[in-house]
Nanobody, 122 residues
Framework: QVQLAESGGGLVQAGESLRLSCTAS????????IGWFRQAPGKDREAVAC???????TFYADSVKGRFTISRSGKNTAYLQMDSLKPEDTAVYYC????????????????WGQGTQVTVSS
Protein backbone atom coordinates (compact mmCIF):
# COMPACT_ATOMS: atom_id res chain seq x y z
CA GLN A 1 0.00 0.00 0.00
CA VAL A 2 1.37 3.41 -1.02
CA GLN A 3 1.60 5.77 1.92
CA LEU A 4 3.41 8.94 2.92
CA ALA A 5 4.05 9.88 6.53
CA GLU A 6 5.00 13.30 7.84
CA SER A 7 6.88 13.89 11.09
CA GLY A 8 8.92 16.53 12.87
CA GLY A 9 6.32 19.12 13.75
CA GLY A 10 6.07 20.78 17.13
CA LEU A 11 5.73 23.96 19.13
CA VAL A 12 8.53 26.51 18.74
CA GLN A 13 9.08 30.20 19.30
CA ALA A 14 9.37 32.72 16.51
CA GLY A 15 12.84 32.69 14.97
CA GLU A 16 13.50 29.04 15.75
CA SER A 17 13.83 26.12 13.32
CA LEU A 18 12.19 22.78 12.61
CA ARG A 19 12.89 20.02 10.10
CA LEU A 20 9.95 18.07 8.76
CA SER A 21 10.37 14.61 7.25
CA CYS A 22 8.24 12.89 4.62
CA THR A 23 8.79 9.15 4.37
CA ALA A 24 7.33 6.84 1.74
CA SER A 25 6.43 3.28 2.52
CA UNK A 26 5.64 0.73 -0.11
CA UNK A 27 7.30 2.56 -2.99
CA UNK A 28 10.28 4.68 -4.03
CA UNK A 29 10.07 8.47 -4.39
CA UNK A 30 12.67 8.40 -7.14
CA UNK A 31 11.29 10.20 -10.22
CA UNK A 32 8.35 11.55 -8.20
CA UNK A 33 7.79 15.21 -7.44
CA ILE A 34 7.39 15.84 -3.73
CA GLY A 35 5.45 18.75 -2.37
CA TRP A 36 5.00 20.25 1.05
CA PHE A 37 1.71 21.98 1.63
CA ARG A 38 0.09 23.49 4.70
CA GLN A 39 -3.38 24.20 5.94
CA ALA A 40 -4.29 26.62 8.69
CA PRO A 41 -7.71 26.52 10.40
CA GLY A 42 -10.40 27.94 8.15
CA LYS A 43 -8.08 28.27 5.17
CA ASP A 44 -7.45 26.25 2.02
CA ARG A 45 -4.44 24.00 1.68
CA GLU A 46 -1.60 25.99 0.13
CA ALA A 47 1.72 25.17 -1.47
CA VAL A 48 4.87 25.69 0.56
CA ALA A 49 7.62 24.05 -1.49
CA CYS A 50 8.02 21.40 -4.19
CA UNK A 51 10.91 19.49 -5.71
CA UNK A 52 10.65 18.09 -9.22
CA UNK A 53 10.73 14.37 -9.91
CA UNK A 54 12.46 14.90 -13.26
CA UNK A 55 15.37 17.23 -12.45
CA UNK A 56 15.09 18.21 -8.76
CA UNK A 57 14.30 21.83 -9.53
CA THR A 58 12.56 23.51 -6.62
CA PHE A 59 9.67 25.88 -6.15
CA TYR A 60 8.95 27.96 -3.06
CA ALA A 61 5.98 30.06 -2.10
CA ASP A 62 6.92 33.72 -1.77
CA SER A 63 6.06 33.64 1.91
CA VAL A 64 8.80 31.09 2.67
CA LYS A 65 11.54 31.95 0.16
CA GLY A 66 14.89 32.32 1.85
CA ARG A 67 13.64 30.63 5.04
CA PHE A 68 12.56 27.11 3.99
CA THR A 69 14.52 24.48 2.05
CA ILE A 70 13.12 21.32 0.46
CA SER A 71 15.42 18.36 -0.21
CA ARG A 72 15.54 14.62 -0.76
CA SER A 73 17.59 11.90 0.91
CA GLY A 74 17.81 8.44 -0.60
CA LYS A 75 14.87 6.97 -2.43
CA ASN A 76 12.09 7.36 0.07
CA THR A 77 12.61 10.44 2.23
CA ALA A 78 12.14 14.16 1.68
CA TYR A 79 12.68 17.02 4.10
CA LEU A 80 11.51 20.55 4.69
CA GLN A 81 14.01 22.60 6.68
CA MET A 82 12.20 25.56 8.19
CA ASP A 83 14.30 28.40 9.61
CA SER A 84 13.35 31.79 11.01
CA LEU A 85 9.85 30.55 11.71
CA LYS A 86 7.06 33.09 12.08
CA PRO A 87 3.66 32.83 13.82
CA GLU A 88 1.99 32.92 10.40
CA ASP A 89 3.73 29.63 9.56
CA THR A 90 1.45 27.91 12.07
CA ALA A 91 -0.50 25.17 10.26
CA VAL A 92 -0.77 21.45 9.67
CA TYR A 93 1.90 20.50 7.16
CA TYR A 94 1.33 17.72 4.62
CA CYS A 95 3.51 16.08 2.01
CA UNK A 96 2.19 14.73 -1.25
CA UNK A 97 3.63 13.17 -4.39
CA UNK A 98 3.14 13.42 -8.13
CA UNK A 99 4.77 11.31 -10.84
CA UNK A 100 7.41 13.19 -12.86
CA UNK A 101 7.03 16.92 -13.32
CA UNK A 102 4.11 18.64 -11.62
CA UNK A 103 2.97 22.16 -10.86
CA UNK A 104 3.18 22.92 -7.18
CA UNK A 105 -0.54 22.98 -6.48
CA UNK A 106 -2.42 20.65 -4.14
CA UNK A 107 -4.70 19.25 -6.84
CA UNK A 108 -1.69 17.81 -8.71
CA UNK A 109 -0.46 15.82 -5.73
CA UNK A 110 -1.74 12.76 -3.89
CA UNK A 111 -0.97 10.00 -1.39
CA TRP A 112 -1.32 12.55 1.41
CA GLY A 113 -0.09 11.64 4.85
CA GLN A 114 -1.87 12.48 8.09
CA GLY A 115 -0.04 15.77 8.48
CA THR A 116 2.15 17.18 11.24
CA GLN A 117 1.24 20.21 13.33
CA VAL A 118 3.61 23.18 13.40
CA THR A 119 2.86 25.89 15.93
CA VAL A 120 4.98 29.03 16.17
CA SER A 121 4.46 31.29 19.16
CA SER A 122 5.31 34.98 19.13
Amino acid sequence: QVQLAESGGGLVQAGESLRLSCTASGFSLEHWSIGWFRQAPGKDREAVACISGSDDTTFYADSVKGRFTISRSGKNTAYLQMDSLKPEDTAVYYCGDALGQASCVPSHFGDWGQGTQVTVSS
